[in-house]
C-alpha cells in the first residue's frame, strides 16, 4: 500500500482527528485506529484485513481487459427518481438517454411495478437508453450483497448500461481506508463490466495521485467511458481554490484516456456553460444531474436571464415546450416547470444559437371569465389584462 500511495506524508497530513472520540492520531497511530471498536462505528470503508488488502492490491493490478463495450450518451442525460413520475413526464421533448438511481429499487413497491411491467423501459415508457446508478449511501456501497443485488438487477430489469462502481473516497476519511475504497471500486467496476454491461467507470480520488490511478486503470482494462460525481465539488468550487484544482485533475487525466465522459451533478445553466468553457477537448462530453427537477420543485424556471421564481409571480414562456401552456399551469403545476428546464438546458447544448429564452413575470393574470379584487380600478370589470400591462419592469 505504501508503494502505491506514497504514504501519507507525501500528501502534507499532520494528523488525523478521530470523529467519534475527538483523540489526535499522528501518521502510525491512523492504521492501528481501524482495531479501535469506537472509532470503528461508522468507518466509511469495506471492512478488510490486512492479508485481504495485499490481495486486492494484487487483483487490481491484474486486472484483465474487458469484454464489454461501451455506450454513447448524448450532451445532456437527466437523472429520474422512480418515486416520481413527474420527473420522466418528458413528451415531448426528445431525450437519448436517462439515468436511474438504482437505490430507487429497494423500495419494494418499486420494484414489483417495475418487475411487473417487464423491464425498466416498459414501467417508465421509454424506448430508448436507460442506464442505472450505483451512486448511494455509503453503508450501501460497501455491502456485498448490495453489489450482487445490483448485478442481478441491472439484468433482470434490462438496463442499456451501468454507472459503476461507487467508492467512498472523501477527505474527511483515513488515507489508507480511501485508497483500499478506489481498489474495490475498480475491482467491482471490472466485474460488471466482464459481464458485457455497458460501464461508465466513476473515477474516484481527491489526490492527484488516486485520480491518475483511477483513471489510468480504467484504461488499461479497456473501459474508456468514464464518469465524475461532481455534486460535492460544485458546491465549493468557486470558494474553494484545492476542490478548482481536484476537478481540473480530473479533466486533465480524462482528457488522456477516455473517448467520453459523463459529468454527473452539474446539470444547471450555471454549470453546463463552465463545462462549456473549461472541459478539454478531445472526449465527448455528456452532463447529468437531477437539478432540473429538483429546481422545478422548488418553483425556478430557467431561462437566459438566471432562474425566475414562479412561487410568487405568474410566468409566460413561448419556447416550443411551454407554447400551449398558460402561465398558471407553470406556476401551479411540477411537470410543466420540469418540462421547460430540460428543454432549456437540451436546447442550450443541442442548438447553442438558438434565440435567447427570457420570460415574462406578473403579479396578478385574469382569465376572461374572472374579475380582480382588491384593488379600485379593478372594480366591476372582468375585461382580460394582458401580460404585457401586468409585467414587472
Same mark, same amino acid.
Request: glycine content about 6%; hydrophobic content about 40%; aromatic content about 10%.
Given at each position: 500500500?505504501?508503494?502505491?500511495?506514497?504514504?501519507?506524508?507525501?500528501?502534507?497530513?499532520?494528523?488525523?482527528?478521530?470523529?467519534?472520540? %475527538?483523540?489526535?492520531?499522528?501518521?502510525?497511530?491512523?492504521?492501528?485506529?481501524?482495531?479501535?471498536?469506537?472509532?470503528?462505528?461508522?468507518?466509511?470503508?469495506?471492512?478488510?484485513?490486512?492479508?485481504?488488502?495485499?490481495?486486492?492490491?494484487?487483483?487490481?493490478?491484474?486486472?484483465?481487459?474487458?469484454?464489454?463495450?461501451?455506450?454513447?450518451? =448524448?450532451?445532456?442525460?437527466?437523472?429520474?427518481?422512480?418515486?416520481?413520475?413527474?420527473?420522466?413526464?418528458?413528451?415531448?421533448?426528445?431525450?437519448? &438517454?436517462?439515468?436511474?438511481?438504482?437505490?430507487?429499487?429497494?423500495?419494494?413497491?418499486?420494484?414489483? $411495478?417495475?418487475?411487473?411491467?417487464?423491464?425498466?423501459?416498459?414501467?417508465?415508457?421509454? /424506448?430508448?437508453?436507460?442506464?442505472?446508478?450505483?451512486?448511494?449511501?455509503?453503508?450501501?456501497?460497501?455491502?456485498?450483497?448490495?453489489?450482487?443485488?445490483?448485478?442481478?438487477?441491472?439484468?433482470?430489469?434490462?438496463?442499456? %448500461?451501468?454507472?459503476?462502481? /461507487?467508492?467512498?473516497?472523501?477527505?474527511?476519511?483515513?488515507?489508507?481506508?480511501? @485508497?483500499?475504497?478506489?481498489?474495490?471500486?475498480?475491482?467491482?467496476?471490472?466485474?460488471?463490466?466482464?459481464?458485457?454491461?455497458?460501464?461508465?467507470?466513476? $473515477?474516484?480520488?481527491?489526490?492527484?495521485?488516486?485520480?491518475?490511478?483511477?483513471?489510468?486503470?480504467?484504461? *488499461?482494462?479497456?473501459?474508456?467511458?468514464? &464518469?465524475?460525481?461532481?455534486?460535492?465539488?460544485?458546491?465549493?468550487?468557486?470558494?474553494?481554490?484545492?476542490?478548482?484544482?481536484?476537478?481540473?485533475?480530473?479533466?486533465?487525466?480524462?482528457?488522456?484516456?477516455?473517448?467520453?465522459?459523463?459529468?454527473?451533478?452539474?446539470?444547471? =445553466?450555471? @454549470?453546463?456553460?463552465?463545462?462549456?468553457?473549461?472541459?478539454? *477537448?478531445?472526449?465527448?462530453?455528456?452532463?447529468?444531474?437531477?437539478? @432540473?427537477?429538483?429546481?422545478?420543485?422548488?418553483?425556478?424556471?430557467?431561462? /437566459?436571464?438566471?432562474?425566475?421564481?414562479?412561487?410568487?409571480?405568474?410566468?409566460?414562456?413561448?419556447? $416550443?415546450?411551454?407554447? *400551449?401552456?398558460? =402561465?398558471?399551469?407553470?406556476?401551479?403545476?411540477?411537470? $410543466?416547470?420540469?418540462?421547460?428546464?430540460?428543454?432549456?438546458?437540451?436546447?442550450?447544448?443541442?442548438? =447553442?444559437?438558438?434565440?435567447?429564452?427570457?420570460?415574462?413575470?406578473? /403579479?396578478?393574470?385574469?382569465?376572461?371569465?374572472?374579475?380582480?379584487?382588491?384593488?379600485?380600478?379593478?372594480?366591476?370589470?372582468?375585461?382580460?389584462?394582458?401580460?404585457?400591462?401586468?409585467?414587472?419592469?
Amino acid at each position: 500500500m505504501l508503494e502505491l500511495c506514497g504514504g501519507i506524508e507525501q500528501y502534507g497530513v499532520k494528523g488525523y482527528r478521530c470523529y467519534q472520540a %475527538g483523540c489526535r492520531l499522528k501518521a502510525p497511530a491512523i492504521k492501528r485506529m481501524q482495531a479501535c471498536d469506537i472509532c470503528r462505528i461508522g468507518r466509511k470503508t469495506w471492512d478488510l484485513r490486512d492479508e485481504e488488502v495485499v490481495k486486492l492490491i494484487s487483483e487490481v493490478d491484474g486486472l484483465s481487459k474487458v469484454r464489454g463495450h461501451s455506450i454513447e450518451l =448524448p450532451g445532456v442525460v437527466p437523472m429520474v427518481s422512480l418515486k416520481d413520475p413527474a420527473s420522466y413526464s418528458f413528451d415531448p421533448i426528445d431525450v437519448g &438517454a436517462i439515468i436511474v438511481m438504482f437505490e430507487d429499487l429497494f423500495d419494494e413497491n418499486i420494484r414489483n $411495478a417495475v418487475e411487473k411491467a417487464g423491464d425498466i423501459h416498459a414501467y417508465l415508457n421509454f /424506448d430508448v437508453k436507460v442506464l442505472v446508478s450505483s451512486i448511494m449511501p455509503d453503508d450501501l456501497i460497501t455491502r456485498e450483497d448490495v453489489f450482487y443485488f445490483f448485478m442481478s438487477g441491472v439484468n433482470m430489469f434490462k438496463f442499456d %448500461g451501468a454507472i459503476a462502481w /461507487d467508492a467512498p473516497v472523501y477527505i474527511d476519511i483515513p488515507l489508507y481506508d480511501s @485508497w483500499v475504497n478506489l481498489l474495490m471500486g475498480l475491482k467491482l467496476t471490472h466485474e460488471i463490466a466482464d459481464c458485457g454491461m455497458p460501464v461508465y467507470g466513476l $473515477a474516484k480520488g481527491n489526490l492527484e495521485k488516486q485520480i491518475k490511478f483511477s483513471i489510468e486503470t480504467f484504461a *488499461k482494462i479497456n473501459i474508456d467511458s468514464m &464518469a465524475l460525481h461532481a455534486s460535492e465539488y460544485m458546491v465549493s468550487f468557486n470558494e474553494d481554490s484545492t476542490v478548482r484544482q481536484v476537478v481540473y485533475s480530473y479533466f486533465n487525466h480524462f482528457a488522456e484516456s477516455a473517448k467520453s465522459v459523463l459529468i454527473i451533478g452539474a446539470l444547471s =445553466p450555471k @454549470w453546463l456553460s463552465f463545462m462549456k468553457s473549461d472541459f478539454p *477537448k478531445g472526449p465527448r462530453l455528456s452532463v447529468a444531474g437531477l437539478s @432540473w427537477f429538483l429546481d422545478a420543485e422548488r418553483g425556478l424556471l430557467y431561462s /437566459d436571464g438566471g432562474r425566475v421564481d414562479t412561487t410568487g409571480k405568474y410566468v409566460e414562456c413561448k419556447c $416550443a415546450t411551454c407554447s *400551449k401552456v398558460k =402561465p398558471k399551469d407553470l406556476m401551479h403545476n411540477l411537470s $410543466a416547470r420540469a418540462r421547460h428546464n430540460l428543454s432549456y438546458l437540451v436546447n442550450n447544448v443541442d442548438n =447553442p444559437s438558438a434565440v435567447p429564452l427570457q420570460l415574462s413575470t406578473c /403579479d396578478l393574470l385574469l382569465e376572461e371569465d374572472e374579475k380582480a379584487k382588491g384593488g379600485r380600478s379593478a372594480l366591476n370589470t372582468n375585461i382580460p389584462r394582458p401580460l404585457s400591462i401586468l409585467q414587472e419592469r
